[in-house]
């Protein structure tokens, strides 16, 4: 029985920054942003939209009216939960009208949730082979005006529709994993921005991806050859080539691999960090601009999250992909954005929600998405479809 991927959608705010800009705002040359964190654009989060918004608005792309009724599990990982009590899930699942003999959750552990979410769910289908799971991912990257971290922010979601006999990805139900109490990276529930060691969080990465990868290939009896493309979560480019750039060499498979990884990184150099979505991001870009990948080839995905959990597992390409089909859904999200000034982002990123509570209302007038957040009264958020 073949489970994996079936649907893949993505949605990210409809303004962004340029780092050429920011660089220049903050007296940086712009080649340390461009080349040495390896980021072009960044998307800018309004306050009208949320993880909630943004996984509907993300998932409604690629969702039937009959998938809607056949999925019994919507997955959340996420790690800017909306509520510390009431999942993401929960809130998704009322938006597109999910049926509601569903379970509905939301999971945490940094970037790793989306991953999490897809080991699930192939559990669940492969005990229920006629089940459709909606795994989400949806994060907002926030490190503050002026920081160290400011280049590596943004925000976003990715949707999956996972079932048998999938159209995009065929999971190979082989992975490796490991975890370590590290304080690499949190955010205390008093805070908004993450707090992080970037260069000792790099180290971890690349250590886990190592030690992942290692696993993996002495329990399979796999080896670099056996794959096509190696993707990363990417909180910014640069990163994952980092931790490739420890196993290749320059044998022609090894430049295949980094090729492929320029394919891989196209949509995360536009959008930023994603945090659970960032992986997956990657694979979409890979996907969907990659002209030397064929039905069956395996690609190798890293997984990490802070604090810390990595896995690194393996799938093979339907022989349905359609890489135009979803290159076409990516790119007309990120052509319709609009570019913000330094002093427009700052007043952007200052919006929101304030975290010690309070009745708020957002204008949504020039927020043509779907779903919108309206704001939150009797300390209750309320979101609204635009087309109802």
């Not at 918004?53 to 409604?60: D, F, G, H, L, R």
């Not at 510390?84 to 970037?111: D, H, M, P, T």
């Not at 669940?124 to 994060?139: E, Q, R, T």
């Not at 180290?203 to 080896?223: A, V």
Request: charged residues 20%.
């Amino acid at each position: 029985m073949k489970i994996g991927i079936d649907k893949i959608g993505f949605f990210t705010s409809n303004y962004y920054l340029d780092m050429v800009d920011l660089a220049n705002a903050r007296g940086e040359d712009p080649n340390k942003y461009l080349i040495g964190i390896g980021q072009k654009q960044q998307a800018v989060i309004p306050p009208t939209q949320d993880v909630v918004t943004m996984a509907a608005n993300a998932a409604e792309k690629i969702l039937t009216d009959e998938d809607k009724q056949s999925i019994d599990m919507v997955v959340f990982g996420t790690e800017t939960g909306v509520d510390n009590s009431k999942s993401a899930a929960i809130y998704v699942q009322s938006l597109l009208g999910i049926s509601s003999s569903a379970r509905s959750f939301e999971i945490k552990q940094a970037c790793y949730g989306g991953t999490a979410g897809v080991q699930m769910a192939a559990d669940h289908i492969a005990m229920h082979p006629d089940s459709k799971v909606l795994v989400l991912a949806a994060d907002i990257a926030r490190y503050g005006i002026k920081t160290p971290g400011e280049v590596t922010q943004g925000g976003g979601a990715i949707a999956m529709l996972l079932s048998v006999d999938p159209r995009i990805l065929v999971l190979d139900n082989q992975s490796a994993f490991h975890s370590e109490n590290i304080m690499d990276f949190w955010r205390p529930f008093y805070k908004r921005e993450a707090i992080v060691d970037g260069h000792y969080s790099t180290d971890i990465y690349i250590d886990f991806f190592n030690k992942t990868f290692k696993d993996y290939c002495d329990k399979f009896g796999r080896s670099l050859t056996d794959f096509s493309a190696l993707v990363y979560h990417l909180p910014f480019t640069k990163m994952g080539l980092k931790a490739l750039r420890t196993v290749v060499d320059d044998s022609p498979h090894s430049q295949k691999l980094l090729k492929a990884f320029d394919q891989s990184k196209q949509y995360n150099a536009h959008v930023g960090n994603l945090y659970t979505g960032s992986l997956y991001l990657s694979l979409l870009s890979l996907l969907s601009n990659s002209t030397d990948l064929h039905a069956n080839d395996r690609i190798g995905l890293f997984s990490y999250g802070s604090g810390a959990q990595g896995e690194f597992y393996s799938a093979t390409i339907a022989e349905t992909m359609d890489s135009r089909r979803l290159a076409s859904q990516v790119d007309s999200v990120l052509s319709d954005r609009i570019k913000l000034s330094v002093p427009e982002y700052e007043k952007m990123y200052a919006d929101g929600l304030p975290i010690n509570g309070g009745n708020v209302t957002f204008d949504a007038a020039n927020d043509h998405s779907r779903f919108v957040l309206l704001g939150r009264k009797a300390d209750q958020l309320v979101y609204k479809d635009q087309q109802a």
